[in-house]
């Protein structure tokens, strides 16, 4: 701490040469003048004394017959005293550090520690909704209620704090133990939840009623939740559960349009815009299009520690474009229509496993159509509560 003080108010080193070494040294002292590091090179004393005390030393210097001169300058005071016909540049330190000073009320990196079970994504994007974020600022941040709320989120959580570490948010969490899976204590069957044929069968619990090859529509029972026991007297009742896989068959109908819509792109242009901790400022006159054009948003931030920091420029490229028509040929609209089928194949049926499709399809001036059927294998159980009332 004395080195710091002396170092901001400055100190110099000095030499004193020509005279009673004794003398000056003890007329230093009654003068109450905080001379240190005193030792004797040559024939000359040196020493070190703080700036503004410097001056009282060629008084005694003259007293005792000799002289002092500075050999050395130290602290912060002399370095500024060079800038000072240097505005600019002291300016630029100064602001220098105003923006380090701003710049380090804001969150520029999320450490999260724990956790195992629970996916890093679902974390981050769960701070990131709630303003922990990079460039997000400490002060707008309640760290007990997100605390609480990401507990209230997550049940593998045990308990979660957040640390102030600076400039980085250090997230700890300590995932709660994984609860054994209890089998549910309510009695239920398992009945069918669509027409189909049996092709494969695995029953966990309860009692088989339907078997592989068997054809069986919608609401027929499959495994039973009450059954009897060859061990047990009476009734055995349980939580029915098991797989029926069936050959389903599911109807399908598409229509492709013969006039096709399509756009034509006939200009580019660039806008940018400077973002500054969310403010966007724009650097154009003019505003972009929306309708009828194709916008692409690109940001190019400045990064720190591979962080990304809101401060940078965003490009936005507009294409406009116009609505084009035109009226497809036959070769042109079989191709469309193939797409299509697959397109919507792979949307509805994509949790299935298709063996079969039998499609028809017809081509006339307007349109082409698409009917028929796919049998697909699909589980087709479904659970079916059992009231029991208990007298």
């Not at 990079?134 to 709320?149: C, H, Q, T």
């Not at 940018?272 to 650097?283: S, Y």
């Not at 299009?289 to 931030?301: F, Q």
Request: charged fraction near 25%; aromatic fraction near 10%; charge should be positive.
């Amino acid at each position: 701490m004395v080195k710091l003080f002396r170092w901001l108010l400055g100190y110099v080193s000095f030499s004193f040469s020509g005279g009673f070494n004794d003398g000056f040294i003890n007329d230093c002292y009654n003068a109450k003048i905080n001379v240190q590091r005193l030792k004797t090179e040559g024939n000359s004393l040196c020493g070190e004394c703080l700036a503004n005390q410097y001056i009282k030393l060629h008084r005694l210097a003259l007293k005792n017959g000799g002289r002092v001169y500075i050999t050395k300058k130290h602290g912060i005071i002399f370095t500024l005293l060079k800038l000072k016909n240097r505005w600019g540049l002291l300016l630029g330190a100064v602001l220098f550090v105003c923006i380090i000073s701003f710049l380090s009320g804001f969150i520029w990196e999320v450490e999260i520690t724990g956790n195992e079970r629970i996916n890093r994504a679902e974390i981050v994007s769960f701070f990131e909704e709630n303003g922990i974020k990079s460039g997000a600022p400490w002060r707008n941040i309640d760290k007990n209620r997100v605390e609480n709320l990401m507990l209230a989120s997550f049940e593998d959580i045990a308990w979660v704090h957040i640390n102030e570490l600076g400039t980085k948010a250090r997230v700890e969490i300590n995932e709660a133990e994984k609860k054994p899976d209890i089998t549910p204590k309510t009695v239920a069957n398992i009945i069918a939840k669509k027409d189909g044929l049996i092709v494969r069968t695995s029953v966990t619990s309860g009692w088989a009623e339907a078997k592989v090859g068997d054809s069986v529509t919608k609401g027929d029972l499959l495994i039973s939740g009450i059954y009897e026991s060859e061990k047990k007297k009476g009734n055995q009742f349980a939580h029915a559960s098991g797989e029926y896989i069936a050959e389903v068959k599911e109807p399908f109908s598409l229509t492709v349009s013969r006039k096709q819509s399509y756009k034509e792109y006939r200009q580019v242009r660039t806008f940018k815009k400077l973002c500054f901790f969310g403010l966007k400022m724009p650097l154009y006159f003019a505003p972009y299009e929306k309708k009828n054009s194709s916008l692409s948003v690109k940001g190019d931030y400045v990064r720190l520690n591979n962080n990304e920091l809101p401060i940078g420029i965003i490009t936005v490229k507009e294409k406009r474009y116009d609505i084009k028509y035109r009226i497809l040929s036959d070769s042109e609209l079989e191709k469309l229509t193939e797409q299509e089928i697959n397109k919507k194949l792979g949307d509805e049926f994509s949790e299935y496993e298709i063996i079969k499709k039998s499609l028809n399809v017809s081509l006339n001036a307007d349109e082409a159509s698409v009917s028929g059927s796919v049998i697909c294998l699909e589980d087709i159980g479904e659970e079916a509560i059992i009231k029991i009332n208990n007298k």
